[in-house]
C-alpha cells in the first residue's frame, strides 16, 4: 500500500485535503487523516502538491515519433500520402515496438496514463505497452485493402491477454475505407454490440469529398450504415455539421479535440461551444508525434480553450474545467476505463502529482485554471499506472534504461529514412 499525504487533490472537479491510499492496482481510500493507518510499503509527503487523475490520451499514433519533425509544413493530403506513407511501408513490428516506448516515456513525463493508440504491428505494439506497465487501448484502423475478418480474433484476444490492454473497432477514416468494408464493420459492431472509432472531418476537403461521394457528410454516411448504434466517436472532428452534432449527440459518441495537429496541419479549429450546446461528449488527443509534434497535454488543453476564443472572437468562450475533464474523465470513458476515471475508492490508481511549488503554479488563486493555462510537463512529478509508479522526478521506472530506449529507436529510424 501507499499512501499519499498532506497535499491537495482533485476530485470531480473540485480540490480536497484528503489523503489518498492506493493497495494494489486499486484506490483503497480517499478522506481525511486517520489515526489508525495500516502497513504502508511506502508514504509520500505531497508537501502541498496536487495528486489527480491522470491524463488519457484519446487519439495517438504512438510509434510516429520516428516521424518526428521529419514530414513537416505540408498540407495534411501531402503530408500523409507523399511523405508518411511511404516511410511507415518500411516498418517492422520491432520499429513499431521501438519507437511506441519513445513515446510511453513522454506520456509518462506529461503526467498521462493511457492512450488510444491506431496504428501497425498491433501485436508488437501491445508487447511493448505491458512490458511498460503502460496502459493502452489499441483502435483498430481497418482500410479497405485489409483482411476484415481479423478483428474478431483482435477483439477477443486484445481484450483478455493484459489487464492494461485493450481494444476497440474502428477504421483508419472514410477516405481509405469502401461502402462494402464500413457494411461488414457495421455488422461486426452489431454482432459485438460495441462502439465504432474513426478519424472524422478532419479536414474540409475529407468532408466535401465524402459528400460528393455519396452525398452524405461523413458523420451522417456512418449513421446510415448504424456504425454508431453502440457508440463511439470520431478523432479530429473539425468540420461537423449541425446534423453531424446531433448523431453524435444522440449516440452518446465522443469528438476528440486535437488541437496542436489541427492547428499545425490547417485543418481548422473544432467548434467546441457548439459541441458543448449540442451536448456531445468531448475527449481529449494529441494524435501523432509526426502531426503534432509534441505529445503534451498542457499545451493541448491550453490550445483547445484559446483557440476557441478565436473562433468565437469571443475571450468568454471555452472552459478550462470542461477541458481538464475531457482530459481526464472524458478520455476514461471515452477508451472504455470507467475505472480510471476518478480519484476514488475502487477506481485504478491511475493518476499523476503535479508540483505546485513551480513558479507557473503560482499564486494559487485556481488550480484548475493553472493546469490548463499556464501548466506543462515539467509540472509533472509523478507518474503512477495500475498502482506503480512508472516516472518519478525525472526517473521512469518502466524496466528500461531511457537511454537503451532511445538508442534502439534511433537505430530503427537510420534504417527507415537514412542516415
Known sequence: MIRFYNGRVLESGAVTENEVWTDGAKIAYVGPAKEEKPAF??????????LMPGFKNAHTHSAMTFLRSLADDLPLHDWLFDRVFPLEAKLTPEAVAAFAKVAFLEYLAGGITACFDMYYSIDAFARAASDFGFRTVICEA??????W????????????MDPLVSYQLGFHAEYTASLDMLKFLSGAAHELKAPVWSHNSETKAETDECASRYGLTPTKLFDSLGLYDYGGGGFHCVWLTDEDMDVFAKHGCYAVLNACSNAKLASGVAPLKKFTEKGVKLAVGTDG???????????EMYLINVLSKLRENDAAAGDPALILDA?????????????????????QADMTVIDMSKPNMRPVNNIVKNLVYSGNPGNVRMTMVAGRILYESGEFFVGEDPQDVYREAEKYTRSIVGA
Open 41 to 50: 510499503e511506502r508514504q509520500i509527503d505531497l508537501k502541498g502538491d496536487l
Open 142 to 147: 481497418l482500410s479497405a485493402n485489409n483482411d
Open 149 to 160: 475478418p481479423v478483428i474478431y480474433d483482435r477483439y477477443e484476444k486484445f481484450n483478455h
Open 289 to 299: 508525434p509526426a502531426s503534432n509534434n509534441a505529445l503534451d497535454f498542457f499545451r
Open 327 to 347: 482530459a481526464t474523465c472524458g478520455g476514461a470513458l471515452a477508451l472504455g476505463l470507467p475505472d480510471c476515471d476518478a480519484v476514488a475508492p475502487g477506481k
